[in-house]
């Protein structure tokens, strides 16, 4: 092994000619002596994905990568020098006020035609790439009878309905002990009324209340607002159970009435089928968690690919983070479609602004150990990475918050919420999503039980490692054995097997991740 690691050639990655930085490739990073391409000798011992000053920085100096400013230099810096956290002081956050509005075109490109998966279509149009029963709840406290209900639904009932892929209790923390009526409770609310109207339920929702909590049934989902319900039981809302109605006596009671007030659902869901839909019918959520500085490297790029081949197809893609785009916000309102869509973007931006102020916090305490560990100084670093996930196309829509996509709302489209994973998660899921992609550095097992999740791996020692946790490893990128157009296409094509059928490692080991609304409003 010894003699292996003395014939590796030592690899470092500059993201553009202008930088002043590049990072360690290597597994393991490199040692102090080792001398790097064009004769750069590593004064010190630099970990994998961490920079290496490529010439000398002096004091206040901007330290350059992605072209632009990621730090600035609080001591001279020699070449060679291992470039970490404590050597830099961060740039200051870009004011939202005279940001260039709506002035980037990108060259339009042509259609991507031919491509198709196999998926259920929903009366409304939307379609499903799961067909799934979900049982929404109004409040925290009947989750413990839901997890019961569903262990039955699961072993009593799935059996006899074999085209149904499973039953989803939507829990949360929400529904009593909040100002309900306060301006921000919106965003709760018509989350988790967007979730239980996801297209991978079908529209067979279900839902379980106490009865007694602050976010009554019709206040979720109220009767005459939601055609794929109201179609079939005349305006009346979905199927309720009550778990205070006289008619439970014991808690047997209440599980029987919620497994078989379940059984119609099963019906009408084991009678879909899957049908040929275009991949202009994809809508795709994509996220990053437990980044490092490969994020923006490898699986991030192809992520921004992918994100263009579907944009092309006629499809929808969100991206989302707002701490970890907010110090991108240039290049998000110049690449907008009109300058209102521009506005929109300051608007939610700045919105999230304030709400971290109120907190006497700002976007500086969006970096984890984790991310620093992997070579991300800080959020301006880890934004000029994230922000790549998006690609090249023009920004077509803003949604705030909880928000649902229309059924116009086509391309690119930039989700407005917060940068934690199961956060930004739940919220794509109420935007309508069928698919989800999440690119990680470190690591995570994260997943959703509403919604496969296709998990990229930025590193090769990662994929390797999580051989049957990761979907696709595109540390090959960085290996030199792929290029991002390859990733992209490679990822494109994984999408369409997964959204016609095909399980996630995720979905195999039945791993997923809490519901996790974002309430800004107060705690009563």
Not at 78 to 97: F, K, M, N, T, Y
Not at 381 to 404: H, T
Request: with cysteine.
């Amino acid at each position: 092994m010894s003699d292996y690691k003395k014939t590796v050639t030592p690899r470092v990655v500059r993201m553009h000619p202008a930088d002043n930085v590049a990072i360690v490739v290597n597994d393991g990073g490199l040692t102090a002596g080792t001398v790097l391409d064009k004769g750069l000798i590593l004064r010190d011992k630099v970990p994998q994905g961490h920079k290496v000053a490529l010439s000398d920085l002096v004091t206040g100096q901007a330290v350059m990568r992605y072209n632009v400013p990621v730090g600035y230099a609080r001591q001279n810096i020699p070449a060679g020098s291992w470039v970490h956290e404590r050597l830099l002081d961060i740039p200051p956050a870009r004011e939202l006020q005279g940001l260039p509005m709506a002035t980037v075109k990108p060259a339009p490109q042509a259609p991507l035609e031919g491509f198709t998966f196999e998926a259920y279509v929903n009366a409304d149009g939307s379609v499903g790439t799961r067909n799934l029963l979900a049982l929404t709840t109004t409040v925290q406290c009947v989750a413990g009878v839901v997890k019961i209900a569903v262990e039955r639904i699961e072993r009593e009932l799935l059996p006899l309905y074999p085209n149904v892929d499973g039953v989803v209790g939507l829990e949360h923390s929400y529904g009593c002990g909040v100002a309900i009526d306060a301006p921000d409770a919106i965003i709760p609310i018509r989350t988790l009324r967007h979730i239980s109207l996801n297209p991978n339920f079908g529209g067979e929702v279900m839902v379980v209340s106490l009865g007694c909590e602050k976010l009554q049934p019709d206040r979720l989902l109220p009767p005459g607002s939601f055609p794929i319900l109201d179609q079939r039981d005349a305006g009346e809302g979905p199927d309720l159970v009550c778990l205070q109605d006289h008619e439970h006596v014991g808690l047997m009671s209440m599980i029987d009435h919620i497994v078989q007030s379940a059984r119609p659902h099963l019906e009408r869901l084991n009678a879909r089928r899957r049908q040929t839909v275009p991949a202009s019918a994809l809508v795709v959520g994509v996220q990053c968690g437990g980044s490092d500085a490969f994020s923006g490297v490898t699986a991030n790029p192809a992520v921004g690919y992918m994100a263009d081949l579907i944009v092309r197809a006629g499809g929808t893609v969100m991206f989302s983070e707002n701490t970890e785009v907010r110090d991108a916000v240039e290049q998000l309102t110049s690449r907008a479609a009109t300058p209102t869509v521009a506005e929109d973007i300051v608007r939610e931006l700045g919105w999230y602004d304030h709400y971290l102020e109120r907190g006497r916090v700002d976007r500086t305490a969006n970096t984890t150990p984790g991310n620093k560990a992997g070579g991300l100084s800080n959020i301006t670093e880890k934004a000029m990475g994230s922000i790549i996930k998006s690609g090249s196309s023009v920004i077509a829509s803003v949604l705030a918050p909880g928000d649902k996509l229309k059924a116009d709302q086509k391309g690119l489209v930039f989700a407005a919420t917060p940068a934690s994973d199961f956060i930004c998660g739940t919220l794509q899921l109420a935007a309508g999503m069928n698919l989800h992609v999440f690119t990680t550095g470190r690591g995570t097992p994260y997943g959703l039980q509403a919604c496969p999740v296709v998990k990229v791996a930025t590193r090769t020692d990662l994929a390797r490692r999580w051989h049957d946790l990761m979907d696709m490893n595109a540390g090959r990128i960085a290996d030199g054995e792929i290029t991002i157009e390859e990733a992209g296409w490679e990822l494109f094509r994984i999408l369409l097997d997964v959204a016609s059928g095909r399980k996630t490692w995720a979905e195999q080991w039945r791993l997923h991740n809490a519901l996790v609304l974002f309430n800004p409003a107060p705690i009563t």
